[in-house]
């Protein structure tokens, strides 16, 4: 195999290339809809992985992101443990490259395993394209791609 070409593997991390900037409009304790089928119905935002910050600026996620979140509301085995999740939806508009800003209505994340399977089997309402370009597992369920 050529030291260029990725693995399936490293791809279930996420796949780490050039990524326009999108504005971090999802700081930590933010609430969440969870957009996908494990039960959960709100989670909040503990911690956002991979984060380089400024001294006393709170952390902050966008689409794509990889976050640490607590359930808030849902089954009693979910709530009070920690997972991890990946933003595919955000109210604040994401610009793209052609000019086009495209904003959803609510902030929705996908809970997700530290490799990088999805815990749900479906995935509820459009999935902004950033985050299905760099999570190829939440492609194959989106039902939609916006």
Known sequence: MATGAKSRAVSAKGVEEFRPYITRALPVT????CADNTGAKVLRIAMVNRYKGRHSRMPAAAVGDFVTVTVKKGPAELRK?????????????????NGVRV????????????????KGTDIKGPVAAEAAEKWPRIANLAGMIV
């Open 103 to 118: 904003s959803f209505e609510d902030n929705a994340a996908v809970l997700v395993t530290p490799e990088g399977e999805i």
């Open 30 to 33: 933010a609430e969440l809809v």
């Open 81 to 97: 443990q920690i997972f991890g999740a990946v933003i595919v939806r955000q109210k604040y508009p994401i610009r793209r490259l």
